[in-house]
């Protein structure tokens, strides 16, 4: 069974710097790996996902994301942070011949001035 | 634009009440999950629906049942609900069953149970 690892549950940071937001997965085989973000009230947005190919992803509202087998790892970033991105960040983890996702406990980002 | 929609944003119940959440997609997909939000735990799936009629039980079924009569609606049903079932409940649809299809969500139901 899979399972998705966010060690950070809070994070803040200053708008215009840079972030960046742990995933490590644990799946025996190259999974299906998504990043999503809920603000405040909302349901889950999809950012961004990785099925295989080129390890660096693009995603929506300037995210991108690093897949890096050899540490298990699917890393969010962003080079500059709007106050708009202040929400909570789950990354998630699927087979690759399933449905069933595997979510982490989340991420809340806090955007300060 | 796919929409899914949950009939109610906050919803307070009586312990022991027979709940219904509902849940509408409208991009005729085929699945549709119900998840439980808690903090700390992130996204924990109660079941899933491949179909009209049926459905497969997810993580955390005890104490909930689903009904999906026809393929854009489907409903969690709390039989009798208790107050560790308050939290927030999220419905999701997708194309297919294999989890390369991403997952859309609806905004969520706040359930609190007195």
């Known amino acids: 069974a899979q399972s998705v690892t966010q060690p950070d549950i809070h994070i803040t940071v200053s708008e215009g710097a840079s972030l960046e937001l742990r995933c490590n997965y644990s799946y025996g085989a190259t999974p299906y790996l998504f990043w999503y973000v809920q603000s405040p009230g909302q349901g889950l947005q999809l950012l961004l996902k990785?099925?295989?190919?080129?390890?660096l992803v693009q995603g929506i509202k300037g995210f991108e994301a690093e897949f890096k087998r050899s540490q298990s790892s699917f890393n969010l970033r962003k080079p500059s942070v709007h106050w708009s991105d202040a929400a909570e960040y789950f990354c998630?983890?699927?087979?690759?011949?399933?449905?069933?996702?595997?979510f982490g406990a989340g991420t809340t980002v806090t955007v300060r001035a | 634009d796919v929409k899914v929609t949950q009939s109610s944003r906050y919803l307070v119940k009586r312990t022991g009440e027979k709940v219904f959440l509902e849940c509408v997609q409208d991009?005729?997909?085929?699945?549709m999950f119900w998840y439980r939000q808690d903090p700390g735990l992130g996204l924990r799936l109660i079941y899933f629906?491949?179909?009209?009629?049926?459905?497969e039980k997810g993580d955390i079924p005890e104490g909930y049942s689903v009904s999906r009569e026809k393929k854009e609606r489907f409903s969690l049903i709390l039989e009798s609900a208790s107050t560790n079932q308050t939290s927030m409940y999220l419905c999701?649809?997708?194309?297919?069953?294999?989890?390369?299809?991403?997952?859309?969500f609806g905004d969520g139901t706040r359930l609190s149970i007195l």
């Open positions: 991009m005729d997909h085929e699945n």
């Open positions: 629906s491949y179909d009209v009629k049926m459905k």
């Open positions: 999701a649809s997708s194309w297919t069953r294999n989890s390369n299809q991403p997952q859309h």
């Open positions: 998630a983890v699927g087979p690759n011949n399933d449905y069933k996702l595997s």
């Open positions: 990785y099925f295989s190919g080129d390890t």
